[in-house]
């Protein structure tokens, strides 16, 4: 059964990891998809040609999150493309690890305007099509394990993601009234761009395996089946929801 058949999906930060994986799991269910990215072309491109491959309509759109005027072209470009919005996934997040004393005012902002503002720039853009169209929608923000848990070298990273978690909630209330339903998902350790240096230590890498009780690190494709579950109709009464993609590691934090 395709959970996505004949919807239009827009995914951010989808050239790789997470977003890749989403966008990808979301036309396997029969969606046509756009996708944002910030740099990666040759990938994007990859990422297109994927979703073509599965017989769905796809379209890569550059852009930097960070820029409110992003979002809104994101939106305008599937609509002249698509004809319609019925799916948001913001995912585009980045996470340069660095120490809190000394960190740099620049490395802060930067990744408040990428995650957080980023997010909400795109939530908006999607909610106020949505809300044009009258149909209703689905918003599903990627948080992350962090937004409940703190880390040392992410001071800056775990507010923005309990923001997107916050966010989220918040917008839940203001559009349930269009049928406009929101929710997040909260990847605990996955294999991505953002982390793959810090976990290429292999003595840390089989630290967090051994703290995950299902027994390994997680993928970008683990992500897929719950993002599209929230985005689909099977999940017509969740909203203002968080669940957890983590192979257990947050219960086993306590």
């Not at 910030?38 to 379209?59: M, N, W, Y």
């Not at 004393?101 to 997010?119: S, Y």
Request: contains cysteine; charged residues 15%.
């Amino acid at each position: 059964m395709k959970l996505l058949e004949g919807k239009t999906v827009l995914v951010t930060g989808a050239s790789t990891g997470i977003g890749r994986a989403a966008a990808i799991g979301a036309a396997q269910h029969g969606a046509d998809v756009a996708i944002n990215y910030a740099h990666s072309d040759g990938p994007a491109q990859s990422c297109v040609t994927e979703i073509k491959a599965l017989g769905q309509r796809a379209i890569a759109v550059k852009g930097d999150v960070a820029d409110p005027q992003t979002a809104q072209d994101f939106v305008a470009k599937a609509v002249e493309t698509f004809g319609k919005v019925d799916v948001m996934v913001s995912n585009a997040g980045i996470c340069p690890f660095h120490a809190f004393l000394d960190m740099p005012v620049e490395v802060v902002e930067r990744t408040f305007k990428v995650n957080l503002h980023g997010a909400y720039f795109m939530v908006q853009a999607a909610a106020q099509q949505m809300v044009k169209q009258g149909h209703g929608g689905s918003i599903v923000a990627v948080s992350s394990i962090s937004a409940l848990v703190g880390g040392e070298y992410q001071t800056h990273y775990t507010p923005t993601k309990a923001g997107v978690h916050s966010l989220m909630q918040s917008t839940a209330i203001a559009l349930g009234k269009h049928g406009i339903r929101c929710n997040s998902v909260l990847p605990g350790t996955i294999l991505t761009e953002i982390n793959k240096d810090d976990l290429a230590d292999q003595e840390k890498r089989e630290y967090m395996e051994k703290r995950t009780p299902l027994g390994r690190l997680g993928a970008p494709e683990d992500l897929a089946g719950p993002i599209v579950f929230l985005a689909s109709d099977m999940a017509a009464y969740v909203t203002g929801a968080a669940l957890l993609v983590d192979g257990g590691m947050y219960v086993n934090l306590q």
